[in-house]
């Protein structure tokens, strides 16, 4: 064996070119420590919605190792605690789907009892035409709670 | 301090007295530890989908300690595993809302390509009329398949 047939450091699945997952986002993430990032979801129903996005595509939880699926839950489950101390929300919704693009991510969703669609799923048919107005959580605000619960992620800072 | 006022074995937030899911279930769980259980769930458009539902009576799982979210967890994802090993199933999808009964609970669903939502989650509108006839799963062959991953839940055998 030599150089040329040497394992390459990243696996083959590491990243998918007709991914929009994998692609360098548009949106600077909240939080990115390398294994994953938290982005923040522009959705006036629902501030402070974020994603929680595996950084290598993966497409479902079961293949990760499973330090891998604690390592990736603890963030979803900080985010769903930042939310909790952020907004006056009265329950969090978590899912985590891949239907439309199956590379592991993660919804973490504020709800409200008068939100357009509560109790149903943010995905279902709105059973109201608005909701009252929600105190918009600034991208600052959101990242300083997430450091605050997991740690800086050694980046450099965010625009 | 006498015995009457003695600290109960369970703490106050075990069970609630009218939430359905800490009620004695009607269904007999396919597999349950004491901690949690794992239900079927009856939907013939998702044949295996099944319930992961906290015996405890917990609203959020950042309400949990880090060991019992993650004990949760593993069970969820045990549940993914076996119904990518019992089904043909395109895709899974995990959810955890809790916006009806506010009871830790997970979703795990096998989705089809075909099937009446899809991409859709399963609580948007129906996309098709029909969905093409799934091969019912036994409840027996699941258990047995649940067992294969997580070990037997050392309880009588159900009925």
Redo the contacts between chains.
């Keep these: 064996m030599n150089e040329m047939t040497a394992t390459p450091a990243m696996p083959a699945q590491s990243m998918a070119a007709d991914c929009p997952l994998c692609v360098a986002p548009a949106e600077a993430p909240l939080w990115d420590d390398g294994f994953c990032r938290v982005i923040a979801v522009d959705d006036a129903d629902h501030p402070g919605f974020c994603r929680v996005i595996l950084n290598r595509h993966v497409?479902?939880?079961?293949d990760l190792a499973?330090a891998e699926?604690?390592r990736l839950?603890?963030v979803v489950?900080a985010v769903?605690?930042v939310l909790?101390q952020c907004t006056d929300a009265d329950?969090?919704?978590?899912?985590?789907?891949?239907?439309?693009v199956?590379h592991v991510h993660w919804h973490v969703i504020p709800?409200w009892r008068d939100d357009r669609r509560?109790?149903?799923?943010i995905?279902?048919?709105a059973l109201r035409p608005t909701a009252p107005a929600r105190k918009a959580l600034t991208r600052e605000r959101l990242r300083a709670a997430i450091i605050n619960e997991l740690g800086d992620d050694l980046r450099e800072p965010r625009p």
């Design positions: 497409r479902e939880m079961s499973e699926q604690m839950m603890r489950f769903e605690k909790r329950k969090i919704n978590l899912a985590s789907f891949g239907n439309m199956a709800r509560f109790p149903e799923a995905w279902a048919a």
